[in-house]
């Protein structure tokens, strides 16, 4: 397991060091942030193809994978080949693919669904609470 110190005596292994990193999981949305961390610290990485972020819980990399994957980690520490990545082999959704997706699908755009919350909900704080009780029933 690598130290903190270890990270920054040795930043040139480290891609992202700065004051207070945090670093954000694009799957699950876990995050982990403090001083001069790097992502290899928090056992995260970043694609290769697509830049994303991923935790190790998320990549899910198959058994006999697991020793090359471990492989990379330890020499590049911070990216990995797209075939470690839940978003390039369609495992996990982007926001953001799945946002263009629906909008490209259903044939509407980004300002309609915003003038109807407008005209539904009137304002933020209404939308919000129609969110969460919505997600939690
Ligand atoms: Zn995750
Ligand atoms: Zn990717």
Do not use: Q, W
């Not at 005596?9 to 790097?38: F, K, M, P, Q, R």
């Not at 990379?72 to 959704?93: G, S």
Request: aromatic share 10%; with cysteine; proline share 2%.
């Amino acid at each position: 397991m690598k130290s903190i110190n270890d990270c920054v005596s040795n930043s040139s292994s480290c891609n992202y060091t700065c004051d207070a990193c945090s670093y954000t999981c694009d799957v699950c949305g876990h995050t982990e942030s403090g001083i001069d961390l790097c992502m290899s610290d928090v056992k995260m990485f970043s694609c290769a193809k697509c830049g994303r972020t991923i935790d190790e819980t998320c990549a899910k990399v198959p058994d006999y994978d697991k020793e090359e994957f471990t492989e990379v980690l330890r020499d590049i520490r911070f990216e990995v080949p797209a075939k470690f990545c839940p978003f390039c082999n369609m495992k996990a959704l982007a926001d953001n693919n799945f946002i263009s997706y629906v909008c490209i699908k259903f044939g509407i755009t980004r300002e309609s669904i915003l003038d109807e919350i407008k005209k539904t909900f009137n304002t933020y704080d209404n939308f919000i609470k129609y969110l969460v009780e919505s997600k939690s029933k």
